[in-house]
C-alpha cells in the first residue's frame, strides 16, 4: 500500500506563494490518480485539484483555478505530486491533504471517499 507524506506548508501574506509536495512510498504511484484536499477549522474537507495517472486529465476547484497548479514526477526516483500555490489569500488557510485514489483507473475523481489512502496533511496558513 502507498504512503504519503505532505511536506511544504507554512505562514505566508496575502498574494504570497507556497509548493506542496507529497512523497509516496510502497504501491505503484504512476498507477494512481492523485487528489489534494483541504479542510480549514469548523468546515468539512474540500477537493482543490486532482491529476490522473500521467497527467492527462486535470481538475481544480473553482476557488482555486487560475491560482493553483497541480503537477506529478512518476519516477522511480522521486514519486512526487505537488501543487504549487500562488497570490494566496486568507481563506486559504487550512490543513491540505494529498491522497491516492487506488481504483488505478484512468480518469480523475474530486470525490473524497474516492481517495483510500490520505497524508497526514501540512498547515497553511495566509495572513492579510
Known amino acids: 500500500q502507498v504512503q504519503l507524506v505532505e511536506s511544504g506548508g507554512g505562514s505566508v501574506q496575502a498574494g504570497g506563494s507556497l509548493r506542496l509536495s507529497c512523497a509516496a512510498s510502497?504501491?505503484?504511484?504512476?498507477?494512481?490518480?492523485m487528489g489534494w484536499f483541504r479542510q480549514a477549522p469548523g468546515k468539512e474537507r474540500e477537493f482543490i485539484a486532482a491529476?490522473?495517472?500521467?497527467?492527462?486529465?486535470?481538475?481544480?476547484a473553482d476557488s482555486v483555478k487560475g491560482r493553483f497548479t497541480i503537477s506529478r514526477v512518476n519516477a522511480k526516483s522521486t514519486s512526487t505530486v505537488y501543487l504549487q500555490m500562488n497570490n494566496l489569500k486568507p481563506e486559504d488557510t487550512a490543513v491540505y491533504y494529498c491522497?491516492?485514489?487506488?481504483?488505478?483507473?484512468?480518469?480523475?475523481?474530486?470525490?473524497?471517499?474516492?481517495?483510500?489512502?490520505w497524508g497526514q496533511g501540512t498547515q497553511v496558513t495566509v495572513s492579510s
Open positions: 491522497a491516492a485514489d487506488e481504483r488505478q483507473w484512468i480518469g480523475v475523481d474530486i470525490t473524497e471517499d474516492k481517495y483510500g489512502t
Open positions: 510502497g504501491g505503484t504511484f504512476s498507477m494512481y490518480p
Open positions: 491529476i490522473a495517472r500521467i497527467g492527462t486529465i486535470i481538475k481544480y
